[in-house]
C-alpha cells in the first residue's frame, strides 16, 4: 500500500447484503506454490445492483455464469471483483490460483511445515477465492480437497466426511460437508502428514461424537490433557447452559505457525500448539490451565459464534466477550472460582486498563476501524466479559440461563447484534436493560468514588457513589453493580439492613452481602442497624470493570487483607498495601528521605503466611508484588528507574523481614509426589515458588534455588527456579540456561519459555541480551510464538531494558517491527502496543519513542495493521 490514508470502515455506514449464497461447493488441488480453488456457487438476489465480491492476492483463471465464460467481462481490482448481472437467481464459478509456501501473513490458505492451514477469520477468505467476505452472508459449505497422497495423509475439512478415495498418479481426495449455514471466516481446511489421537464423547441426547486432535508426529505425547480438556468442555456446556455439540465430529488441529491463539472453525478448530500440547516434563500449571481454557474458549463458540454468528465484525464482542465469560466460568468451575476471578481482574487491569486509556481506546462495540486485526484486542474480548458478567451479577444465574435459552431459540442460525443479546437478556426476565447499552459504546475505564458517612447516634450509614468517565464528553451513566459488605472492627461480617425506600436499589444475596444497583451518575445508599464504625468491604468479586477510588487507611486495608469474606477484597486490599509502599519508596527516592518497609506491612504478610486454613494460592497471589507495569500505570509519568528500584527494594525487605516464614512455607508446601494437574497441587506449587521467589534474594538461599530446577520435577519448578536465578544473577545461572536449552532444543514451546525468560529479565545488559537474541539460530521472524516469546515480552514486560534512557531499546524493537510488518503485518501491529503509550513518560523518552513510531511510519509499503496503530498514536 502506500502512504495514502486507508479507508475507514464505520458502523453507521453498514448496509445489508445485496445477495445470498445458498450453498458453496468449494474443490482444492493443494499445490505448494500453485493451488487451484474452484468455487461453485448459488447466488440468489436481494436487491438491484451490479456483484461485488472481495478478494485480495488472487490469480484468477476463469469466471463462469450458469455456465458461460464471462472472464472478459469482470472487473477485477486490488481488494474484489465485480460483475454486472440482472439475473435474479444464478450459478457462478470462479478459478483462482494462490500460493500457500510464500503466505507468510498466515491470513487464507498457507503452508508451513509441510502441511496446509488455513486461518480466514476475519477477513482471510479473501486471500483464497473471490466471495461475500462478510460475517452476515451464511451458506451451505461442501468442499471437495485432493492431494498428494505421500504428502498429505490426512485431509480435512469442516463439517462431517461424506466420501473419500484415491485417485490417479499418487493422489487421493476427502469430501466434508457442513450440513450448518455459516460465514466464510468459519471455513476451514486442513492437510498433512499428521498424526491423531481419537476418543468418543456420548452426548445428552444420546449420540457418539467422534473426537480427534491432530498433531505433528513428534507431539503426538502431548495431548493426553487436550482431549481430557475437550471432553470437560463438553459436558460442561451440556450441563450449565443444555447446549449440545451437532455434528458426527469434533477435530482439533495444533500447528506451530499461527497468529492467534486458536480458531473456532466449525468442526475443525485450529489451534496454536501453545494450546494444545502438554506433559509435565514440558508445560507449566500456567500451560495446563491455558489449554483447558482455550480448548473450552473454541468450543464454547460453537453455539456462541458459530450457531449464532455476528451481523458484522463491529459487533465481534457479541461473540467473543460472551465466549470469554463462559470460558472463565468453565475454567473457575474446574478448579478455584476465587483464584479464576483475581486471574481474569489481574489480566484486565495489566493489559485492557492501559488500553482503555491509550490512544487505541474503544469501546467494546468499536465504531470504526481500518484494519479489523487490530481490534481483536482486550477491550472486545475481556472488558466485553465483564460486560457479560454484569447481566450474569443483575439477573442472577437462573435469570441469565433464562436469557441464554430465549437468544439461542430466537436466532439460531442467524447472524445478529449486540442489541439482540441484550433484548433476549431483558425479555426473558421482564426488566429494562437498556442502559446496559452505554457499556458498549463508551470507551475508557469508569471511575467509581464512594465516600461513606457513619451516623453513631442514629446508628446509620449512608454511602455516597458517583460514577465518571475520565475525558469523556456527554457521559452517560452506566448500570453498575456493586458488591457491598461491611466489617466490624475485629474483622466480623455485619449484618445488612437497608432502608426500606432503598430495597428496589439494594439486593440482599445474604445477610452480610449484597449488591448495590447504581444507575445515576451519584447515588446513595443507607442502611439501617449500623451499631459500630464500619469498614466497607466494596465491590467484592470484582462485580464491574472499574477504578475505585475509596479513602481506605492502612489499618483498614490490613483487617480486609486478613479477615474478609471475599477473596477478591481480600487480595485487593493486600495489593493496595504493596502498591502503596511501593509508591512511598519511589517517593522516597525523588525526596533523598530514608524509608523503611511498615512493620504493619511485614505482620499482615506474616499473618497471612501463618494462616493455614487459607487456600495456599489466594495466599500466594496476594503476596506477590505488583507488575512493574502496573505500578507504572498509576502514574501520571512513569519514572523507569525509581519504580524498578522500588519494587526490587520492597521484595528484598519483605525476603529478609520474614526469611524463616518464607523458609517454613517453601518446606510445607513441597510434594515429591507425582505431578497432577488438580487444584490442591497447583495451590501449593503457587505459594512454594513465591516462597522460593523471596528466598532467592537473599545470597544463602541460592543453592535451594539451583536444587530446584536441578531436580527437574516438573516445568513449573524448573521455571520458578530458572527466571528467579535470572532476575537474581545467581552464580550458577549461566550453567542453567545452558542445561535447559540442550535439555529441550528440540521442542519449540519450551524454547519459546527459554526466550521469554530471557528478554524479561530486567538489569544493565537487558538490551544486550535481547540483540544477542535475535541472531540465536532458533530465533525466526516467521514463526508467531518466537516472535512474541522475544520481541513481544522484551517490549512489554521488561521495563528497564525497552525504556533505556538512550531510547536504544526503542531502536531495537522498531527495526524489527519493519521487518516483521514485510512478513506479518497482523504480528508486527500487535507489537507496536508499548509504543502507544509514549506520552506517559518522561520528555527524552517521549522524543525518542515518537522518532521510532515516525519511523515505522514512514515508508512505502507499510500496512494498513501497522499504520493504524502507529498513526492513531503519533496523532
Known amino acids: 500500500m ?91 464459478e470462479i478459478v483462482t490460483r494462490i500460493n500457500p509456501e510464500k503466505n507468510t501473513a498466515l491470513e487464507g490458505l498457507y503452508r508451513t511445515s509441510g502441511n496446509y492451514c488455513t486461518q480466514c477469520e476475519a477477513e482471510g477468505f479473501r486471500k483464497i477465492t473471490y466471495f461475500f467476505d462478510r460475517p452476515d452472508v451464511l451458506s451451505v459449505f461442501t468442499t471437495k480437497v485432493v492431494a498428494d497422497k505421500s504428502q498429505n495423509r490426512y485431509l480435512l475439512a469442516n463439517g462431517n466426511l461424506t466420501e473419500s478415495g484415491d485417485l490417479p498418479n499418487g493422489q487421493h481426495y476427502a469430501v466434508w460437508q457442513d450440513p450448518f449455514k455459516k460465514p466464510c471466516y468459519l471455513f ?68 506451530d505457525d499461527f497468529n492467534m491463539g486458536a480458531m473456532e472453525n466449525k468442526g475443525l478448530n485450529v489451534f496454536n500448539s501453545k494450546f494444545v500440547l502438554a506433559k509435565p516434563e514440558s508445560a507449566t500449571d500456567v500451560d495446563y490451565e491455558g489449554i483447558e481454557a482455550v480448548i473450552g474458549h473454541e468450543y464454547f463458540h460453537n453455539w456462541t459464534g458459530n450457531r449464532v454468528t455476528c451481523r458484522d465484525w463491529f459487533q465481534l464482542t457479541l461473540k467473543e466477550g460472551l465466549t470469554v465469560f463462559r470460558d472463565q466460568e468453565f475454567t473457575a468451575d474446574m478448579l478455584s472460582p476465587a483464584v479464576k476471578r483475581i486471574e481474569d481482574v489481574k489480566r484486565l487491569r495489566s493489559n485492557q486498563f492501559p488500553e482503555d486509556a491509550g490512544p487505541m481506546s474503544h469501546p467494546i462495540q468499536p465504531q470504526s476501524y481500518i484494519e479489523m486485526n487490530n481490534f481483536y484486542t482486550m477491550t472486545v474480548y475481556e472488558k466485553g466479559a465483564e460486560v457479560v458478567r454484569l447481566y450474569h451479577t443483575l439477573l442472577g444465574e437462573g435469570g441469565f440461563r433464562k436469557g441464554m435459552d430465549l437468544y439461542f431459540e430466537r436466532h439460531d442460525g442467524q447472524a445478529v447484534t449486540v442489541q439482540d443479546f441484550r433484548n433476549a437478556m431483558a425479555d426473558a426476565n421482564g426488566v429494562d436493560l437498556q442502559q446496559m447499552h452505554n457499556w458498549y459504546v463508551q470507551s475508557g475505564t469508569p471511575v467509581l468514588k464512594i465516600e461513606s458517612e457513619y451516623d453513631a447516634q442514629m446508628q446509620t450509614l449512608t454511602v455516597n457513589c458517583e460514577q465518571s468517565l475520565p475525558e469523556t464528553e456527554d457521559f452517560k451513566p452506566l448500570l453498575i453493580p456493586i458488591g457491598f459488605g461491611m466489617l466490624n472492627s475485629e474483622g466480623h461480617s455485619l449484618q445488612l439492613q437497608p432502608i426500606e425506600s432503598h430495597l428496589q436499589t439494594v439486593e440482599l444475596r445474604s445477610e452480610t452481602n449484597a ?89 499482615t504478610a506474616e499473618k497471612l503466611l501463618l494462616d493455614h486454613s487459607l487456600d495456599p494460592a489466594l495466599v500466594a497471589m496476594s503476596l506477590t508484588l505488583p507488575e512493574l507495569g502496573y505500578i507504572g500505570e498509576q502514574y501520571r509519568e512513569v519514572d523507569v528507574d525509581a519504580i524498578h528500584q522500588a519494587h526490587n527494594w520492597l521484595k528484598n525487605g519483605l525476603a529478609q523481614a520474614l526469611q524463616d516464614e518464607w523458609r517454613n512455607t517453601y518446606l510445607r508446601m513441597q510434594d515429591d509426589s507425582e505431578y497432577r494437574y488438580d487444584k490442591r497441587q497447583i495451590a501449593e506449587r503457587m505459594l512454594k515458588n513465591v516462597a522460593l521467589a523471596y528466598l532467592g534474594c537473599l545470597a544463602q538461599h541460592q543453592e535451594r534455588v ?118 506479518n503485518p497482523q504480528i508486527a501491529a500487535r507489537l507496536l502496543g508499548p509504543f502507544t503509550h509514549w506520552k506517559r513518560y518522561d520528555a527524552e523518552r517521549q522524543k525518542l519513542m515518537r522518532a521510532a513510531l515516525q519511523r515505522i511510519l514512514d515508508r512505502d509499503n507499510v500496512s494498513k495493521d501497522v499504520y493504524e496503530i502507529a498513526s492513531k498514536s503519533l496523532a
Not at 492476492?57 to 464471462?70: I, M
Not at 470437560?232 to 465430529?249: P, T
Open 706 to 823: 539451583f536444587e530446584q530446577y536441578r531436580a527437574q520435577h516438573n516445568m513449573t519448578d524448573v521455571l520458578a527456579a530458572m527466571k528467579i536465578m535470572l532476575h537474581q544473577g545467581h552464580s550458577q545461572t549461566d550453567q542453567a540456561l545452558q542445561d535447559f536449552y540442550q535439555r529441550w532444543r528440540g521442542d519449540n514451546l519450551v524454547i519459546d519459555k527459554w526466550f521469554a525468560m530471557q528478554a524479561e529479565t530486567q538489569n544493565e545488559t537487558a538490551l544486550e541480551k535481547a540483540q544477542s537474541l535475535l541472531s540465536h539460530p532458533d530465533f525466526s521472524l516467521t514463526n508467531p510464538n518466537r516472535v512474541r516469546s522475544l520481541l513481544g515480552v522484551f517490549a512489554r514486560l521488561n521495563l528497564v531494558g525497552f525504556h533505556r534512557a538512550d531510547g536504544a531499546g526503542y531502536q531495537m524493537v522498531a527495526e524489527q517491527i519493519i521487518k516483521v510488518d514485510e512478513l
Open 188 to 255: 476451514a481446511l486442513v492437510a498433512g502428514n499428521l498424526e491423531k489421537i481419537s476418543d468418543t464423547f456420548r452426548t445428552q441426547d444420546g449420540r457418539d461424537v467422534a473426537l480427534e486432535i491432530y498433531v505433528e508426529p513428534r507431539n503426538i505425547d502431548k495431548c493426553e490433557h487436550a482431549m481430557e480438556s475437550l471432553k470437560r468442555s463438553m459436558a460442561w456446556d451440556e450441563s450449565r447452559f443444555g447446549l449440545i455439540y451437532d455434528l458426527d465430529i469434533y477435530m482439533i488441529v495444533a500447528v
Open 2 to 92: 502506500t502512504k495514502s490514508a486507508p479507508k475507514v470502515n464505520y458502523l453507521k455506514d453498514y448496509q445489508t447484503p445485496a445477495f445470498t449464497v445458498d450453498s458453496v461447493f468449494l474443490e482444492f488441488l493443494l499445490q505448494p506454490e500453485a493451488t487451484q480453488v474452484t468455487n461453485r456457487m448459488q447466488i440468489g438476489r436481494l436487491r438491484a445492483g451490479d456483484l461485488w465480491l472481495d478478494g485480495e492476492s488472487l490469480d484468477l483463471l476463469s469466471v463462469h455464469l450458469d455456465g458461460e465464460d464471462v472472464t472478459s467481462q469482470c472487473r477485477v481490482e486490488e481488494t474484489g471483483l465485480s460483475l454486472s448481472t440482472d439475473k435474479e437467481q444464478f450459478e457462478l
Open 515 to 603: 449488591v448495590l444497583k447504581m444507575t445515576k451518575a451519584q447515588q446513595q445508599f443507607v442502611f439501617n442497624g449500623v451499631q459500630t464504625q464500619p469498614i466497607l468491604s466494596l465491590l467484592r468479586g470484582f462485580s464491574a470493570p472499574v477504578k475505585l477510588s475509596y479513602d481506605y487507611s492502612d489499618q483498614e486495608l490490613a483487617l480486609l487483607a486478613s479477615a474478609d469474606e471475599d477473596s477478591f477484597v481480600r487480595w485487593e486490599a493486600m495489593q493496595t498495601l504493596l502498591l502503596r509502599t511501593v509508591q512511598a519508596k519511589v517517593a522516597a527516592l525523588k525526596s533523598v528521605e530514608e524509608y523503611a518497609v511498615p512493620q504493619l506491612l511485614v505482620d
